[in-house]
């Protein structure tokens, strides 16, 4: 079909389908907001997302509400479990020196690290990253 259009065929099925592919992940960025695990964590208000690859653009829809957004994401190997955290801040709160105090890095308003849940089938923090955050957050 449009491959075998050439370039020409690709970049119109882009223009065709380009505005449905942006109210898709409008939506889906409306649904990780409004499911965000609301709490407050040192005093911030902070949203937890049970995803981090929408955490961009869902701290931006919730920048009036909260001060930190936080999305985590499993991720597993042959022989390990890590929790990879994203966060995102207004500004207030420097997401790099948190980052930074558990191996990661980034710049103030964007950042993340990742922890090792399981290694060589032994626990080394709790799984539950809501329960976690409280911990890594303070």
């Given at each position: 079909?449009?491959?075998?259009?050439?370039?020409?065929?690709?970049?119109?099925?882009?223009?065709?389908?380009?505005?449905d592919l942006v109210v898709m992940r409008q939506a889906l960025v409306r649904d990780a907001a409004k499911n965000a695990v609301r709490t407050r964590i040192g005093g911030r208000r902070v949203a937890i997302l049970s995803r981090e690859?929408?955490?961009?653009?869902?701290?931006?829809?919730?920048?009036?509400?909260?001060?930190?957004?936080?999305?985590?994401?499993?991720?597993?190997?042959?022989?390990?479990?890590?929790?990879?955290?994203?966060?995102?801040?207004?500004?207030?709160?420097?997401?790099?020196?948190?980052?930074?105090?558990?191996?990661?890095?980034?710049?103030?308003?964007?950042?993340?690290?990742?922890?090792?849940?399981?290694?060589?089938?032994?626990?080394?923090?709790?799984?539950?990253?809501?329960?976690?955050?409280?911990?890594?957050?303070?």
């Amino acid at each position: 079909s449009c491959l075998r259009r050439g370039p020409r065929g690709i970049l119109e099925a882009t223009r065709d389908i380009g505005p449905d592919l942006v109210v898709m992940r409008q939506a889906l960025v409306r649904d990780a907001a409004k499911n965000a695990v609301r709490t407050r964590i040192g005093g911030r208000r902070v949203a937890i997302l049970s995803r981090e690859d929408l955490i961009s653009d869902v701290a931006e829809m919730l920048r009036d509400e909260v001060d930190l957004v936080i999305g985590f994401a499993y991720v597993q190997s042959s022989d390990r479990a890590s929790l990879k955290w994203s966060l995102r801040s207004r500004g207030d709160v420097d997401v790099a020196a948190i980052a930074e105090r558990h191996g990661g890095g980034g710049h103030s308003a964007a950042a993340g690290f990742h922890e090792v849940v399981i290694e060589d089938g032994h626990m080394a923090h709790m799984a539950n990253p809501y329960a976690r955050a409280d911990v890594l957050f303070v």
